[in-house]
């Protein structure tokens, strides 16, 4: 659309916002701009004569006698002048990044040849691991990809069917964040709830090298995958929606990880999710405090743990719901061991950014997203009165809140945020000061100097969690190695001897470790008949 000199002579205002907008090269014409133009045009049409056939053209207009210096009529840039169209390159790809290089053609071809090397081109469950590595992926992808291509209804997969769909996996996603989610999510869902994971993690158990000792143990195959399932979405699901999306896990470890079990035989060494050693720490310590063992704690057992280190009032807020799924901590007062596997990593690793957000959740009582002094105060309460009845003199609140602002150092005075606790980079301390009593007085005798260095130290070292999982193992497998010594009568010799090897007490371990939980599992399996 052409604007004609004439027309900007008529409308000095229009001609002047042509002006502007050429001289600023803004390519995007204002909606008031546009507005006036769409009037202006819609008074030249109506104002503008019908012609009829046959009629002769009017004479031009005569110019007058005196001529009249014409107005400078500005530049106006073509490129304003008319309406244009912008191709703006597609940025978003939520099944990932297309990538032109990828021969597909030559990924199926390697999976046809695979299959020629299996009876009948028919592969099991164990025999798609040799499928799962023909098309790029790790060898734990083999049960997904046995169960989407409907091998759980038939005991097998055959070749055509499985080189139909994953010719149509590979068309429609890209990157191995939003393949994995297509080959466990349910049919038309683009995220993964915690029992789409269960047959991933039954493979796991049942053919890694470092679970064989759980064989003889089928019935506790359950408590370990719940355990995996639940750190899990602990470190990936930051969301908190319990719906694990292919962001989220482009954002984590967890591929690099599962691609680890491949690699390395002893499980405990992938602290992340698998190791079979804090799998056996969390349950000894729910075991330890359900004592009905029904596979629930009620707020009286909570309590008991770490001695009663945790206040009443935190404990109270944990069973009202704020970091919990489900009604059944609400409406029955009990917390589930999956529950429990999110509070006892949340105790006792405060630094991690989930353990963050988990005690910033109990803490703000109202949910406003802010914790006032008020709630501080409401926390602190408890604490001075248990100090008081062990005879240690607490500080008065005025002066402690000096203290926490100091530490936090909080971007809005008189309210602290989540965004200030994790930019602080001290949560643990100032969460322990205002609901755990014994590692709130364990901070007050260590040398501040030493706090400081621990929070400006960026190198890789073992998170507060697998500190405490290691220490704990090695704790409870020196009693049970004690305890089973002690019953064969042995336990004169058991003082004298050498301390063995860290690989004697592995292996030992192990077998301890499994001939104990299954006792428990024993008792657990004939309470549920009940």
Not at 85 to 104: K, M, Q, T, V
Request: hydrophobic share 35%; glycine share 4%.
């Amino acid at each position: 659309m052409m604007i004609k000199e004439t027309s900007l002579r008529r409308d000095p205002d229009l001609r002047g916002e042509l002006a502007f907008l050429a001289r600023g090269c803004d390519f995007v014409l204002p909606s008031r701009f546009k507005k006036r133009l769409k009037s202006f045009q819609q008074t030249q049409i109506q104002n503008k004569p019908e012609k009829k056939p046959g009629t002769p053209l009017p004479p031009p207009a005569p110019f007058p006698s005196s001529p009249r210096p014409p107005s400078p009529v500005p530049h106006v840039n073509n490129v304003v002048s008319a309406t244009l169209s912008i191709n703006i390159p597609r940025f978003y790809f939520p099944e990932g990044l297309p990538d032109a290089c990828s021969n597909h053609e030559q990924t199926l071809s390697r999976i046809e040849a695979a299959f020629m090397d299996i009876e009948d081109q028919k592969a099991d469950v164990y025999e798609m691991g040799k499928i799962a590595k023909a098309c790029g992926c790790p060898l734990y992808w083999k049960a997904p990809m046995f169960r989407a291509a409907g091998g759980e209804r038939t005991g097998f997969v055959s070749a055509q069917s499985f080189i139909t769909i994953w010719r149509k996996l590979l068309s429609n996603h890209h990157d191995d964040a939003s393949k994995f989610i297509c080959l466990l999510a349910k049919p038309s869902c683009s995220s993964l709830e915690q029992d789409d994971f269960i047959p991933l993690l039954q493979d796991v158990v049942d053919t890694h090298p470092g679970l064989t000792f759980l064989k003889d143990a089928p019935e506790f195959h359950s408590r370990y995958i719940t355990t995996v399932i639940q750190r899990i979405f602990y470190t990936v699901n930051r969301s908190w929606s319990g719906k694990i999306t292919a962001t989220e896990i482009r954002k984590s470890n967890f591929l690099q990880t599962l691609a680890l079990l491949e690699e390395e035989e002893d499980i405990n060494q992938i602290t992340d999710y698998f190791s079979y050693e804090h799998f056996y720490v969390i349950y000894c310590k729910f075991w330890e405090l359900d004592s009905d063992h029904d596979l629930y704690i009620s707020q009286a057992d909570l309590s008991r743990y770490n001695d009663q280190a945790s206040s009443n009032r935190i404990i109270e807020r944990i069973f009202s719901g704020a970091v919990t799924r489900g009604k059944t901590v609400q409406k029955e007062g009990r917390m589930s061991y999956a529950d429990f596997v999110w509070f006892l990593i949340s105790e006792e690793d405060k630094r991690n950014p989930t353990s963050i957000e988990y005690w910033f959740r109990c803490m703000d009582v109202d949910g406003d997203g802010v914790l006032s002094m008020y709630e501080l105060e409401y926390f602190y309460e408890e604490q001075c009165e248990r100090m008081e009845a062990m005879g240690i003199e607490p500080l008065p609140f005025h002066d402690l809140l000096c203290q926490m602002l100091d530490l936090v150092k909080p971007a809005s005075d008189g309210k602290i945020t989540l965004r200030d606790l994790k930019r602080c980079r001290m949560a643990h301390i100032f969460y322990d000061t205002f609901f755990n009593l014994e590692k709130y007085l364990d901070h007050e005798q260590r040398d501040p100097f030493a706090v400081q260095k621990d929070v400006e130290n960026d190198s890789p070292e073992p998170s507060d969690w697998d500190r405490f999982a290691a220490e704990e193992y090695e704790t409870l497998v020196a009693e049970e190695s004690a305890q089973a010594q002690f019953q064969e009568g042995s336990f004169e010799d058991y003082e004298t001897e050498e301390p063995p090897s860290p690989s004697e007490i592995g292996n030992k371990g192990n077998k301890i470790v499994t001939s104990s939980l299954s006792e428990k599992c024993g008792k657990l399996q004939s309470v549920d008949e009940e």
